[in-house]
């Protein structure tokens, strides 16, 4: 049981080391080309990549016959979740308040909403390909 | 260099905590539940982010390092967007009624945590150090 335990925090432990590396690769990226901007951070394309992301490897590892535990610890906990991130998202909200509550609303709605459709959108592609297939 | 490994380390601490935060929250509620280890990672984790916010906004003069191992790297890597996103999208398919409860305690228990969070030391810092 305790075994298992670490193994799974190394898996996960490598995983958000990777994920946290991207994000803030994507950070730098976004910062040098785009400028500090409000609305659209480089947050919000983490976010909505990640979840989009997250819905199509989420489906195919879940129709997988034997899964494989670590592998969906290390890619969907460890990757895909240090890769987006919520802390940053909520502090950005946080800043625009002090705008305007309009701007403020708008960035929190958008980005949840698309994060939604993002996952949505993931996973319905990836179940379309298999019925193509077969 | 240095910057990249304080990253990597800070992102293994977080996300190594926020998989642990999942199996004390299952141990707790069960599964399924709405109280997932996903909804307090992010509202504990925004709790901690608004005190840092204030901290690092007020006092001045504090080494970047600092600042990216435990907002971008712990922290960013404790909290997480995605599976948010995934376990609002299974809820739909469920219950609305549980939709909406998971979804007003990780919007407003988060935003209303990271508030918290910033005002408790905001207060502090003005009380001590007379920012």
Same mark, same amino acid.
Request: aromatic share 16%; glycine share 12%; net charge positive.
């Given at each position: 049981?305790?075994?298992?335990?670490?193994?799974?925090?190394?898996?996960?432990?490598?995983?958000?080391?990777?994920?946290?590396?991207?994000?803030?690769?994507?950070?730098?990226?976004?910062?040098?080309?785009?400028?500090?901007?409000?609305?659209?951070?480089?947050?919000?394309?983490?976010?909505?990549?990640?979840?989009?992301?997250?819905?199509?490897?989420?489906?195919?590892?879940?129709?997988?016959?034997?899964?494989?535990?670590?592998?969906?610890?290390?890619?969907?906990?460890?990757?895909?979740?240090?890769?987006?991130?919520?802390?940053?998202?909520?502090?950005?909200?946080?800043?625009?308040?002090?705008?305007?509550?309009?701007?403020?609303?708008?960035?929190?709605?958008?980005?949840?909403?698309?994060?939604?459709?993002?996952?949505?959108?993931?996973?319905?592609?990836?179940?379309?390909?298999?019925?193509?297939?077969? | 260099?240095?910057?990249?490994?304080?990253?990597?380390?800070?992102?293994?601490?977080?996300?190594?905590?926020?998989?642990?935060?999942?199996?004390?929250?299952?141990?707790?509620?069960?599964?399924?539940?709405?109280?997932?280890?996903?909804?307090?990672?992010?509202?504990?984790?925004?709790?901690?982010?608004?005190?840092?916010?204030?901290?690092?906004?007020?006092?001045?003069?504090?080494?970047?390092?600092?600042?990216?191992?435990? +907002? /971008? %790297?712990?922290? #960013?890597?404790?909290? &997480?967007?995605?599976?948010?996103?995934?376990?609002?999208?299974?809820? *739909?398919?469920?219950?609305?009624?549980?939709?909406?409860?998971?979804?007003?305690?990780? +919007? /407003? %228990?988060?935003? #209303?945590?990271?508030? &918290?969070?910033?005002?408790?030391?905001?207060?502090?810092?003005?009380? *001590?150090?007379?920012?």
């Amino acid at each position: 049981m305790f075994k298992n335990v670490i193994k799974e925090v190394i898996w996960v432990g490598f995983g958000g080391m990777i994920g946290a590396l991207l994000r803030y690769g994507t950070n730098t990226l976004f910062t040098s080309t785009f400028g500090s901007a409000s609305f659209i951070t480089a947050t919000t394309i983490e976010n909505i990549t990640g979840s989009f992301l997250i819905g199509v490897i989420f489906s195919f590892l879940s129709r997988k016959k034997s899964p494989n535990r670590m592998l969906n610890l290390f890619l969907l906990t460890g990757l895909i979740g240090s890769y987006t991130t919520y802390s940053g998202f909520m502090v950005e909200a946080f800043v625009l308040l002090h705008q305007s509550p309009l701007l403020f609303l708008g960035y929190l709605c958008s980005q949840i909403f698309m994060g939604l459709l993002a996952v949505t959108i993931g996973m319905r592609m990836f179940t379309q390909n298999r019925v193509q297939q077969a | 260099m240095t910057q990249i490994l304080i990253i990597a380390l800070g992102g293994a601490i977080g996300a190594a905590l926020r998989h642990l935060t999942g199996k004390i929250a299952v141990q707790a509620f069960g599964q399924p539940s709405i109280y997932t280890g996903t909804l307090f990672s992010n509202v504990i984790g925004c709790f901690v982010g608004g005190g840092f916010l204030a901290f690092f906004t007020h006092a001045d003069s504090f080494i970047i390092n600092t600042q990216l191992f435990l +907002i /971008i %790297g712990i922290l #960013g890597s404790y909290t &997480t967007f995605s599976s948010f996103a995934l376990e609002s999208h299974q809820l *739909f398919n469920i219950s609305n009624k549980d939709l909406f409860a998971y979804l007003f305690y990780q +919007i /407003i %228990g988060a935003f #209303g945590a990271l508030a &918290t969070g910033y005002g408790i030391v905001f207060w502090l810092m003005e009380r *001590f150090i007379h920012v």
